[in-house]
């Protein structure tokens, strides 16, 4: 009868647990999305992100003030813009009066420690509600990734510290960081999407932005020739390894709950900080079940975050992230 092993010794109460617990979430933790528009005094509820909003930049000057009194240290900016500003090049994208250049210097001036990393990718700024530049149907690579370049010096010499491409062109990593070197912006960080698939979990982000597909002919109805198909594994190693040698210095999972295998293959086999984004689509559905009483809504959500840490996620891209850092503080 010996050694006798009973596991349940280390869960016999909480402080044992909590002495044994492997995955701890902190406000370290967490990148907090946030999501502008123009106007004063805007604070919009996103009708399909229950208790999530779209603020104008003085609202979103109060939001980064309260995220930094909580210990929420970095933001991921996304700007929606007025349809009349699109085109099919996203030129108002390198404006650097746009309103994602005026976001960065606006939370530099209310919170000047606060971390700042931008998405970098055509849709907000497309006629066509594609990542890149749409010719006779398709998505043109080459031509998009010099664009995505561009856009991203102008984040940076906006003030950004980290710009998120979150296209999944080919190449287009080592265009920004050459552009980025070649105009002196050497500490400016690249946080690539590498692993993002094409997937239906983003429906509320594209409400929230007006930037889905547009349904016309000769546009692609989705982003399948270049996000990933949500049926391969192997592949994302392969983009992930790829846009690290091309200078990527975060590389990212997308979503996040479907995806937890590839996170950890991705922890296991490279050796940069990894995020992951816990979509749009996945706060959407805890807050619908918990509105309807089917879910807990404080308990599920921190099963998810540490769900996610615990595969492995060194960053964590969340909505619920003040919602977190609330509950555990
Ligand atoms: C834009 C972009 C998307 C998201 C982040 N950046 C949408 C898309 O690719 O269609 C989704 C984020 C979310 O659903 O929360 N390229």
Known sequence: MYPIKRNRRLRTNEVIRSLVRETIISPNDFLVPLFVVEGKGVKDEIPSMPNYYRFSLDML???????????????????????KLKDNKGTEAVNPNGLMQRSIKAVKDACPGMLVMTDVALDPFSCYGHDGIVQDGIILNDESSEVLAEMALSHAQAGA???????????????????LEDEGFLNTGIMSYSAKYASAFYGPFRDALDSAPVDQVDVPKDKKTYQMDYANRFEALRETEMDIEEGADIVMVKPGLCYLDIVRDLKNEVDVPIAVYQVSGEYAMLKAAS??????????????????????????????????VKLIS
Do not use: C, N
């Not at 240290?73 to 349809?83: Q, Y």
């Open 61 to 83: 000057q109060k939001e980064v003030k309260e995220l930094w009194s909580l210990g929420l240290k970095s933001v991921l900016l996304f700007v929606k813009i007025d349809d």
């Open 161 to 179: 510290d980290f710009v998120a491409p979150s296209d999944m062109m080919d190449g287009r990593i080592v265009e920004m960081r050459e552009l």
């Open 291 to 324: 509105e309807r009483g089917w879910l807990d809504h404080d308990a599920v959500m921190m099963e998810q975050v540490t769900a996610i840490k615990r595969a492995g996620a060194d960053i964590i891209a969340s909505y619920f992230a003040k919602d977190v």
